[in-house]
């Protein structure tokens, strides 16, 4: 069966770091492309990042460039998402997404975001 | 950045009804358009990729339609377990932006 399971989150104080974990079974994880969207409480979705089946390309949404970086490792089948410098609109349950389709290895180019775990809950508090 | 709006925002309607909610993009999208119901306490779940192509598993009275920027999901005879969150997102340039979500409701 076609598994995320997301884990790390937590409460956190403004300005602290966080690494979020998503770990991958039932498919072979080096192949496709994998995001991280979040839900603030009571709000929509938001994607945040992407990466390629290699690892070797990045994408990431203004809100949180230069704070977060992606990152994964295909011996481990799992995917991650280091958190700093956050905020209190941070706070969020993070969700880790597997595309639809495979995709050549460096490239990012999504089809949509077929497989979603079920979330880990990230609070940004004093 | 592609922005992605969603209407109504909210839409209630009786069980059998015929539903549609709307979504336009801020610039030329191809079909590159999706559709995701959530649940409450549930992640979302892809419904319609590329604009019109149903998701393995997915109830036939589910539908999409459009192109370039303006599309719509239509839930052919609404159920009373159709009611959830529905949102469009984008997937031809990053960032993959959604829109605001359509919250349906039973009359």
């Known amino acids: 069966e076609v598994q995320l399971a997301e884990s790390g989150g937590g409460l956190v104080q403004p300005g602290g770091s966080l690494r979020l974990s998503c770990a991958a079974s039932g498919f072979t994880f080096s192949t496709y492309t994998m995001y991280w969207v979040r839900q603030a409480p009571g709000k929509g979705l938001e994607y945040v990042s992407a990466?390629?089946?290699?690892?070797?390309?990045?994408n990431y949404a203004k809100s949180v460039k230069g704070r977060f970086t992606m990152s994964r490792d295909n011996s481990r089948d799992t995917l991650y998402l280091q958190m700093g410098s956050l905020r209190a609109e941070d706070s969020a349950l993070y969700y880790c997404?597997?595309?639809?389709?495979?995709?050549?290895?460096?490239?990012?180019?999504?089809?949509?975001?077929?497989?979603w775990g079920q979330g880990t809950m990230v609070t940004v508090s004093s | 950045d592609i922005q992605m709006t969603q209407s109504p925002s909210s839409l209630s309607a009786s069980v059998g009804d015929r539903v549609t909610i709307a979504c336009r993009s801020s610039q030329d999208i191809s079909t590159f358009l999706n559709w995701y119901q959530q649940k409450p306490g549930k992640a979302p779940n892809l419904l319609i990729f590329g604009a019109s192509s149903l998701q393995t598993g997915v109830p036939s009275r589910f539908s999409g339609r459009g192109s370039v920027t303006e599309f719509t999901l239509t839930i052919s005879s609404l159920q009373p377990e159709d009611i959830a969150l529905y949102y469009c997102?984008?997937?031809?340039?990053?960032?993959?932006?959604f829109g605001q979500g359509t919250k349906l409701e039973i009359k």
């Open positions: 990466i390629s089946g290699n690892g070797g390309s990045t």
């Open positions: 997102q984008q997937s031809y340039s990053m960032p993959y932006t």
């Open positions: 997404v597997r595309d639809r389709m495979t995709m050549f290895a460096g490239i990012i180019a999504s089809d949509s975001f077929e497989i």
